[in-house]
């Protein structure tokens, strides 16, 4: 008795040291939040896990089990992102808030925009199940292989993807997994055979041994000298073909992103409402500005250094104090995944309160929020905004010397630039005298040659190749990107500081709201409204927006001609080139809306066609898949009852019995029951009923020996039958 003893506590020993194991692999699923995201909360998630896997090993009751950690899960929600105290007012008009914006967001599916508190509700309660999961994986069914691969896969390929550092974590992998291997295999064995072990033996003569080798390899692998790898690296070739079948297969949704990563591709036409804006005038909606063209992609090269934003603080065209102030109103819809501020180029105000301070960068232009449970979307905002008054005159003379702040970056250019673009720019501005006739000349260098403005079959650039080379030279087919960015390259090519910029053009008018003293329309901007475009340094003028995309007029952005100067001989173009530039301007706003009826029409055809086509089911149907996939988790016992009783409802002949009998063989051999090889099945029979206590699997086997030696035709009593198989698939599953 002493020693059956013994060896049960041997065994439930190594077998929370096998838990423990699943644990800290488990832990190292949760490591890249630590570096990938801005999860503040991270050892409040390691604290959770344990929690949960010290429960579930435990196996306390289903009720107090589930009661300790949701009041933990919701804890760490507290913590994390509730304002104090508990239950004030601020505290419930949060909770309100978080569940409006989320609710909005999945029925939207508009999954970017759930919001902190809920992403990390969801991940609490996958731990809380990963919990269980694991016990069952690893406890119950001894399956530790699997687990093993699926961690390394996971570290591995979050280590080659991202920028996620996984050379210690393969370390704690390896010698973790090298123990649970052991001591799941052992834990087999012992099951399968019966064997006696004493745990301290077992240490001394497996694990110490075990644990030097592993040390030992450890330390010559991680510290000996390697020479340079022999493979190229992978990733590149392999997010440039995930990059080409995406864009020839997927289209990306058209809209404001604050990634820009990776520039070229086809975008897919979404006309989603963003926000409203009641203005007096027509103009674009600023965003951001971007300093740093890499070839692929635009970045930021400096930090983003936010102060609290001031009236006229953001001032890009300077000395516009003379010109008087005009009114808007913004209102967010539930369409907008952004929550920075949209402005005209002259803001001046901002309506502040005390639920909405603002911040702003001035280099960038961005403006946020200062708090991060403040937000742009929660009430409308009123601003203030001063139109530029330019002149072409102006401009011409802002030929002076430029600030080195300025240049320092806004005349980057990649090193591996191809010098055709250079070549092109200088040859484009060669005959032009100023800098802004140097600037009009690229911008409607575009006008002038075989460009195409679209948005479908738009090519990614390959590793070796610049984005604008290949738009500029091979294939002139793009949308406001390819032209924006081409123009600010071209610019800083010949000496003119540029930069990218991002926004919304103004949208559709939906409403005139006038009155007798004073213009006001109501405009509706919708994810199809974004839009790139440039901004241009002049001396003592400032930043002046111009528009290289065919196709966009560009009155809402720049500047108007002085109707004070008489003297026509300023002027750069005469009469019979202003006919010619507006009926070119014409034919080709004809050929753009004649391209749009097309698509229009294209698109009218295809929803007839696949009138389910533009509802996103995918999100859906792997949401139903993992819930399925977690019941059947959780309840596998009850559903493989289920299955084998409506299976063997009845048995009509005796083969019937006869299948269902070596399921049930199989049944309990998944349980680790099985019959020896020189066991007679009555002898089995009664070991089955002296271990479950129950009569059944006598009586059943001695009805299948009948069938099976005598050979009888007929089952006399199929009822009777039917009572003793649930009898014991019933006890088995129970």
């Known amino acids: 008795m002493k020693g059956n003893r013994r060896m049960q506590r041997g065994e ?116 809380a199940l990963m919990s269980y999961l694991l016990y ?203 929550d920075r501020l949209v402005y005209p180029q002259g803001l001046s105000q901002v309506n502040q309160t005390e639920a909405l301070s603002l911040q702003f960068d001035q280099e960038t232009g961005i403006i946020e929020p200062t708090n991060d449970n403040d937000s742009l979307h929660s009430e409308p905002i009123a601003l203030s905004f001063r139109e530029p008054d330019l002149t072409v005159d102006q401009l011409r003379r802002a030929n002076g010397p430029t600030p080195a702040d300025i240049t320092s970056l806004y005349l980057q250019l990649p090193d591996d630039l191809p010098d055709r673009v250079r070549e092109l720019a200088e040859e484009i501005v060669s005959e032009e005298p100023t800098r802004y006739d140097q600037t009009v000349a690229i911008e409607q260098y575009f006008n002038q040659g075989d460009f195409t403005y679209q948005t479908q079959n738009i090519p990614v650039p390959e590793d070796d190749q610049d984005y604008v080379d290949q738009f500029l030279f091979e294939t002139q087919v793009g949308y406001c990107d390819n032209f924006s960015t081409s123009m600010v390259v071209m610019l800083r090519s010949v000496g003119i500081p540029a930069r990218w910029v991002k926004g919304f053009t103004s949208g559709e008018q939906i409403e005139d ?10 405009y509706e901007v919708t994810n199809g409204n974004a839009h790139s475009w440039v901004e241009v340094y002049f001396p003592e003028i400032g930043w002046v927006p111009f528009e290289p995309t065919i196709g966009f007029s560009g009155n809402e952005v720049v500047y108007e001609d002085s109707e004070e100067e008489g003297d026509q001989s300023d002027s750069s173009l005469d009469e019979e080139e202003i006919e010619q530039e507006d009926q070119e301007e014409e034919e080709s706003l004809a050929e753009e809306q004649e391209q749009e009826q097309q698509e229009e029409q294209e698109e009218t055809a295809a929803e007839t066609e696949q009138p389910t086509s533009q509802i996103n089911i995918w999100p859906w149907l792997i949401g139903l898949v993992c819930l399925i996939l977690i019941i059947a988790a959780i309840r596998w016992k009850w559903l493989l009852k289920k299955a084998v009783l409506w299976r063997w409802s009845h048995f009509k002949e005796p083969k019937d019995l006869q299948k269902a009998y070596h399921q049930l063989l199989k049944l309990l051999a998944l349980f680790r029951v099985k019959r020896a090889a020189n066991q007679t099945l009555n002898d089995f029979a009664q070991d089955i009923d002296q271990l479950f206590g129950i009569t059944s699997m006598s009586k059943l086997t001695d009805c299948y020996a009948r069938l099976l030696y005598r050979n009888e035709q007929s089952i006399d009593d199929d009822q009777a039958l039917v009572q003793y198989y649930r009898n014991v698939v019933e006890t088995i599953l129970s």
């Not at 909360?41 to 089990?65: K, N, R």
Request: some cysteine; aromatic content about 16%; proline content about 4%.
């Open 12 to 127: 439930a020993f190594l077998t929370f040291l096998l838990y423990v194991g699943g644990l800290i692999l488990a832990l190292e699923w949760l490591s890249p939040l630590h570096d990938l995201t801005d999860s503040e909360p991270f050892t409040l998630f390691v604290i959770y896990a344990i929690l949960c896997f010290g429960l579930t090993y435990l196996q306390l009751s289903s009720l107090i089990s589930f009661f300790i950690k949701m009041m933990g899960l919701l804890f760490i929600i507290d913590r994390a992102f509730l304002p104090r105290p508990v239950f004030g007012s601020e505290w419930f008009e949060q909770i309100q808030w978080e569940g409006r914006t989320n609710i909005n967001a999945l029925i939207n599916q508009n999954w970017h925009q759930l919001t902190d508190l809920f992403q990390t509700f969801l991940l609490l309660i996958l731990i």
């Open 513 to 522: 709201l006038s009155t007798d003293d004073q213009e006001m329309f109501q």
């Open 136 to 338: 069952f994986w690893l406890i119950t069914m001894k399956r530790v292989f699997v687990y093993i691969v699926l961690t390394i896969v996971f570290i591995t390929v979050m280590d080659t993807f991202t920028t996620f550092q996984a050379d210690l974590a393969i370390i704690r992998l390896l010698m973790v997994s090298l123990f649970m291997l052991v001591i799941g295999n052992y834990l087999k064995r012992v099951k399968q055979q019966g064997l006696t072990f004493e745990v301290g033996l077992w240490f001394e003569k497996v694990v110490v041994p075990l644990f030097v080798i592993v040390a030992v390899a450890v330390f010559v692998g991680y510290y000996a000298p390697k020479s340079e790898p022999v493979w190229p690296d992978p990733v590149p070739f392999l997010t440039t073909t995930a990059e080409r079948l995406t864009t020839n297969d997927q289209n990306r949704q058209v809209g404001y992103s604050e990634d820009d990563a990776q520039l070229g591709g086809s975008f897919e036409q979404d006309d989603t409402p963003v926000f409203r804006a009641n203005t007096p005038v027509e103009h674009y909606w600023r965003i951001e500005s971007l300093d740093t063209y890499t070839g692929h992609s635009w970045e930021r090269s400096t930090e983003l250094s936010y102060q609290s934003f001031q009236d006229d603080a953001l001032e890009l065209i300077y000395n516009q104090q003379h010109q008087m102030l005009q009114n808007a109103t913004i209102e967010y819809l539930d369409g907008a995944n952004f």
